[in-house]
């Protein structure tokens, strides 16, 4: 077998359905897709390699997935901490986003969230902001992969006039990506309260003939539901059924207000469940059932949210909150084991975002989007389980080396398609734009 690199690792754990984990085994790579998985041993006797990297004390795994961000908020991170979610919005994010956000404030916070994102080991992430042309640039350009929002709201904003005006800016941006190697875009509508139901159904049926996901806040505080109860005497997602939504190609971020019928409901539709347990715990906006929602074979996803509710990009992180504070929900020590958190981060990300075909595990034909995490280091010795490292003990420094289509993108913890200074500088010029006005 022809190879362009092998990469041979002390344990790979390719996230297939019987969570292996394989000591002392090579990916090997051409084209920027995964042609085997196999020993080492094996791996010398029938790959002739370009190129090989060895990678002692290393786990090697699927490149992680963030299912659900607002990769410019990275702007605003530390700018308004300590609020429920309605006066952090009302009365800080949404009147700096209308004084600050425009092209270039979304471009300096995509890159400054991309460079935070690829050091600790996401390759993918799925984007709700304005702008969404810039931030699908801006990916493609750091070598990110991304899953590019069509935002959709009621209500008009610098970048659209009407929801119609933004689905039409979300179409013309779907044409422009129809075939980039790395970008897709998806719809985006905000939530069942910031958009109406004939922008909704519109959505719905675009969705349904373009093939393409749909994903937006839902259940995310009790008020949200209060708020429905009052304005359109049903549950929010009572109403996105209503309208046709709920469905496979659905991806319903945070859900921390869940009845039992509705957790039945969106396991026989296929609904996909984006779980952002720091955002949430930050916001306390409650608590999303995660080991119910697995046990009942729904597929939850994991995402970070905004750097402004979170405060960081820190999938890692987000594993090991998962895992614990799942554990806590379901008062149950054997909820989300290490393995169910590995999974949620990669495989059913990639699940949720409509690409499980090309990424989410290492598997022959799918894509070479690869991290490697150092596990030599003090706080992760010794080691007995290297899936129990990975969520329940590894910090976001261990990432050393990643891949984005057989591409590196990170080498010895060096961004290769960035620049960290340039980067850094431009974040400080917003922040002390934003300080001024802000009065933090
Ligand atoms: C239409 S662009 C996205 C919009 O969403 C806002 N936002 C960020 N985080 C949250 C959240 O947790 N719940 C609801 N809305 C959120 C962001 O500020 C943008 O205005
Ligand atoms: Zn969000």
Redesign the pocket.
Known sequence: MQAELLIHAQWVLPVDSENRQLTDHAVAIADGRILAVLPYEEAQRSVQAEQVIELPGHALIPGLVNAHT?AA?TL?RGLADDLP?MTW?HDH??PT?KRWVDEHFVGDGTRLAVLEMLRGGVTCFND???YPEITAQVSAEAGMRAVI?M???DFP?GYAESADDYIAKGLALHDQYRDHPLVRVAF?P??PY?VSDAPLQRIRTLANEMEVPIHL?LH?THDEIVQSLRDHGERPMSRLDRLGLIGPALAA??MTQLEDDEIERLAETGAHVVH?PE?NLK?A?GFCPVAKLLSAGVNVALGT??A??NNDLNLLGEMRTAALLGKGVASSAAAVPAHAALRMATINGAKALGLEDEIGSLEPGKSADLVALDLRDSHTQPLYNPASHLVYAAGRHQVRQVWIQGRQVIKDGVPLTLSTTEVISAAQVWGNRLAEHHKV
């Open positions: 607002h908020m605003m979610l919005l994010i949404w986003e709700m902001y304005f929002g935002i959709v709201v904003t985006a905000h939530s910031a806040h995310e971020i945070h952002c955002s916001l906006s949210d905004g402004a509710s």
